[in-house]
């Protein structure tokens, strides 16, 4: 049988997606009880990371440790790949001697390189094209929130980033109706935009674009590799920014997602954050559960 991989959401269909949520959810109430299933006994899980991270090393990490299995860290200082190693060769090496191979990264062809070599499922932990393991724990956390997602109105508001991105591919994937809100020189990629078009609406006003809203997801104004632009970007996208009055035009029940890191006072305010709506840190904690179904499903080609 083909290997699996996940390099973007649409590598699952319409009712993978939605079975690795439940599944998600059913382990996370099995970890509440201590009693998570020794799923991943003698897996080696190798995480490959060229960019920082908090959350997707540590719950990659425990997902592989509470289920039994291990993981190991490679940053690029620490691996040949820093020293030009090329990608391919990684992969061939990595995928003899481990069971799936984690890759954060720039390029998103360097992911596309390294999974052509790999022998195991390779996952995308971030590009700079997109950010789908982000994407299991938001639309996780929507579920065990408020229901389906399925018809809501989510609002993205922000940069046309990578985890923009995910959310077009999302839209589409768990249908629902997503509303972008961006900088007309910063919009998502247009072919997405064109591909996905029966699920998005481009609304450059933030105030207009959040009116109805179920959900507004937003992300830090420069990303990684976008240190540069850091300053010119806090001008362009200060209207950007989720303040309380922007939530209150929303529905009264609409809650508020980020990923993290975030920079408060930027992208988001700290009453936002830390308001009653804001559900960022059941995010947070969803990459955990949402990645072992992910694990699961790619290593133990479990359907
Ligand atoms: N949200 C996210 O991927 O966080 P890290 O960069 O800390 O992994
Ligand atoms: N857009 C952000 C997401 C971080 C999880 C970045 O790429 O830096």
């Not at 995928?95 to 596309?112: G, K």
């Not at 006003?205 to 992300?219: F, G, R, Y």
């Not at 001008?235 to 980020?258: C, E, G, R, W």
């Not at 305010?269 to 969803?286: D, F, L, Y």
Request: some cysteine.
């Amino acid at each position: 049988m083909a290997v699996r991989h996940f390099l973007s959401l649409s590598d699952l269909s319409k009712q993978e997606l939605n079975t690795l949520i439940q599944r998600a959810i059913e382990l996370k109430k099995l970890q509440e009880q201590d009693q998570c299933p020794l799923l991943f006994k003698n897996k080696v899980l190798a995480m490959v990371f060229e960019k920082s991270s908090t959350r997707t090393r540590v719950s990659f990490e425990t997902a592989m440790a509470q289920c039994g299995g291990s993981a190991i860290f490679l940053s690029q200082n620490d691996t040949q790949l820093g020293r030009g190693e090329p990608v391919g060769d990684m992969a061939r090496v990595l995928s003899r001697m481990v069971d799936c191979i984690m890759v954060r990264t720039y390029a998103h062809e360097t992911i596309e390189i390294f999974s052509e070599y790999s022998k195991v499922p390779v996952i995308n932990a971030l590009t700079d094209f997109c950010h789908p393991c982000q994407l299991l724990a938001d639309v996780q956390t929507y579920v065990e929130q408020r229901g389906s997602i399925q018809g809501k109105r989510v609002v993205w508001i922000g940069d046309g980033n990578n985890m923009c991105h995910s959310y077009i591919k999302a839209a589409h994937l768990f249908d629902f109706e997503l509303v972008i809100s961006t900088p007309v020189d910063y919009k998502p990629q247009a072919e997405l935009m064109k591909k996905f078009a029966a699920n998005i609406t481009f609304i450059s006003d933030p105030e207009q674009a959040v009116v109805n809203a179920d959900l507004i997801s937003t992300d830090v104004w420069a990303s990684m590799g976008q240190e540069a632009e850091q300053k010119e970007r806090m001008q362009v996208f200060k209207p950007y920014q989720v303040t309380n009055d922007l939530l209150s035009l929303a529905k009264p029940d609409a809650i508020f997602m980020h990923c993290l890191p975030a920079h408060r006072g930027e992208e988001v305010t700290n009453e936002v954050i830390e308001g009653n709506q804001s559900v960022v840190w059941q995010q947070a904690g969803n990459r955990l559960h949402s990645q072992k179904a992910l694990l699961e499903f790619l290593m133990l080609n479990k359907k």
